[in-house]
């Protein structure tokens, strides 16, 4: 296995995706490819180029203005990965506000509703337009703390700009305030604010 690291930190569309794209002609053989950048656009095309080229690709936020796109290669890329054209996608970010207020989608089985959340929450970070902003509250609290089987894709969601927000009094009320493990906490007036803002909001 062959791990290839590329630094665009400072750089803007195209040149990650481009610096990107070479590095995995090189890839003669399976590896993985880990591109630093300092903003969100940069993983949001990053994100898209890895789908196109039918990699797995991750994303994580280290912290401000500094993230991580990881893309695994199963097979060798070499020169099969195809020069982009020097085009730059815009914002993937709406107006859509999704609002969570339970760990298990449903009623009947909550084993089943937990499986259908988590399968929700994937569904909605491949989502072509990205929402704005995802709320968690009373229940929906656990899914953004340690451990939750969420977290990968709600921390590849705030490394591409969606804004995570959990109920503090809710974490609070759960003993969970020092777990949070994904985007910070926020307050009732903040939540109904961003939910009057919404041009359109979803709750499974």
């Known amino acids: 296995m062959r791990n290839i690291v590329v630094n665009a930190i400072g ?15 090189e890839m003669t053989e399976p590896g993985t490819l880990e591109i630093h ?9 990053l994100t898209r180029m890895a789908a ?17 796109v990881t893309m695994e290669a199963t097979d060798p890329v070499g020169e099969t990965a195809v020069e982009p054209e020097m085009s730059c996608v815009p914002d993937q970010r709406g107006d859509l506000v999704v609002a969570v207020d339970t760990d298990a989608m449903g009623r009947g089985s909550d084993e089943l509703g937990r499986t259908l959340m988590k399968g929700f929450l994937f569904a909605v970070s491949q989502l072509p337009t990205l929402p704005r902003t995802i709320l968690f509250y009373n229940g929906g609290a ?42 910070s906490a926020t307050n009732m007036y903040s939540i109904v604010e961003t939910l009057a803002g919404a041009g359109k909001v979803i709750k499974p």
Do not use: W
């Not at 195209?14 to 610096?19: A, F, G, Q, R, S």
């Open 52 to 68: 196109g080229h039918h990699l797995t690709a991750k994303a994580e936020k280290r912290g401000e203005g500094k993230f991580v």
């Open 37 to 45: 950048v300092d903003n969100e656009i940069a993983v949001q095309n």
């Open 11 to 25: 750089e803007q569309c195209p040149i990650p995706v481009v610096k990107a794209t070479r590095a995995l002609r």
């Open 142 to 183: 656990k899914l953004t703390v340690e451990g939750s089987d969420s977290l990968e894709d709600l921390k590849s969601m705030e490394a591409q700009g969606v804004e995570i927000l959990t109920c503090g009094t809710c974490l609070n009320y759960y003993g969970l305030t020092e777990k949070l493990a994904v985007g």
